[in-house]
């Protein structure tokens, strides 16, 4: 039996309501909202959004405030940070999330400025209340803090707040105290990371640092430029990582550096004239702890290391250009390091152990000599070392070997025996690329790689014991032949890689140039062509 129901009568009113519900209760599928199209400001499509919506915001100058208000909302500009701006114009905080915003928050493109306060902190950007934050291709500038007690004036991360911010610029914001371009207070618990930002121009108070992460969580700063600063570069007396940064300029310490024992060392650092004299860099741990410093560059600089009372302190496959070291604590070990234009660069009573060194006027140990580096280019930054250089494969033969699988090198950049040269042509599968590895040590195995080809193609080696970088076939022919190998097949994955024994006998700082020639006839002229490739020996 069929019963039908009238949607005018109680009963359809009612199923009409249970539709509706079930309706709210199915997830939403995420959209998007153009400002100002959809909405005048960023802050009313906050208002119009529900979590998981994106927010597209074209070029312009918003002159507002703007908070997340707990939702998950992905709010980028359309043109980037140059021609977007969001500036609360000295109204308070220019970006607010406080309310528990779950991971996939995002702020995309902007300029954020005009933030000011007095109290607190973050007048730019504030994270608190387990709010979560990614920060990409942003600029935090003229963001303004006017007490000395408040912390953070470019960006604030209050416990258990998580920001990451990357590709992000923090310029010219100001503190009267701390972290005039991040701060967290001590013991919140609060943690960030930073990959490929740059911070530079900022001003903070006395004692002050750009950038002063005291919340005891872990921090991470990965491929960061920090130049400039009033005040100290970087202040992170709690756990962190910090790798391939670059403190340069500021006039306070470049880095203090405080992590305990289970903080990694400072790893492939550049410390270039920080400070007003000559201290520059504190690194240090806990009385008990372990203080390290791995393959960093110190340029006109100071290294003060401390490993605690009961702590030791290492630096490996370090460089230091006119620059002194200042170990306390414990004694100090040196290994597979190049210390030149000081005459006598260790300060103060501390025992120093060195080995496999490069030191000025000469130091006592197993492997160590005295003798000119030959970097690349010192005084231009290149602190590479030339194919003539006697660091070369003189550090510690029982250490890690080069990646190159030769044996270790002395100072913080190890000798590349390959040097890629331009480009070549696109083929039918695109740009072919060419590669080597090896030390180019008698006996040793070097390796060929050619990729990015179409399959079963006739690919000819060229190689030459000079330069011609000549135009050849709509490219250029870099080695000047002196061997001809045709006939190589390309297989299935695009490329091939060949295999040989360097030859003993060759001298040393001799370069032999290669080439790849593939014949493609979606190629101009009808080749494709590999980069080109000098292989040069110790």
Known sequence: MHTSMSESGPSGRALRLVVAMAAAALPASAGVLHVPADAPTIQQAIFAATSGDTILVAPGTYVEQIKYFGKTLDIRSEGGSAVTTIDAAGAGTVVTLMNHEENGTRLTGFTITGGLLAFGGGAGVLVIEDAHLELRDCVVTGNTLTEPTALGAGLRVVYPGVVTAIDCTFSGNTAAGDGSAIGTAPFTGARIDLEHCTFTGNVSGPNGAAISVQSGKPFRAFDCLIADNIGIGLHLPGNGE??????????????????????????????????????????????????????????HDHLYIHGGLFGTTSITNCTFDGSTINPTGQELTMRNSIVRGVPSPFLGPEAVTISYSNIQNGWPGVGNIDAHPKWIDGPAGDYGLAPSSPCINTGDPAGPIDADGSPADMGAVPYDPWTELGVGIAGVAGLPGLNGRGPLLAGSEVLLTLSGTATAQLATLVVGTSALHAPFKGGTLWPAANLVIPGLLTGDAGGFTLSAQWPAGVPGATSVWMQFWIQDGAAVQGFAASNGLRATTP
């Open 242 to 299: 910090v790798e391939r940064c670059t403190f340069s300029g500021n006039t306070g310490e470049g880095l203090i550096f405080g992590g305990g024992v289970s903080s990694p060392p400072v790893t492939d650092c550049r410390f270039l004239g920080n400070g007003a004299g000559s201290q520059v860099v504190g690194i240090g741990f806990d009385d008990e702890g372990f203080a390290a410093v791995l393959g960093c560059t110190f340029v």
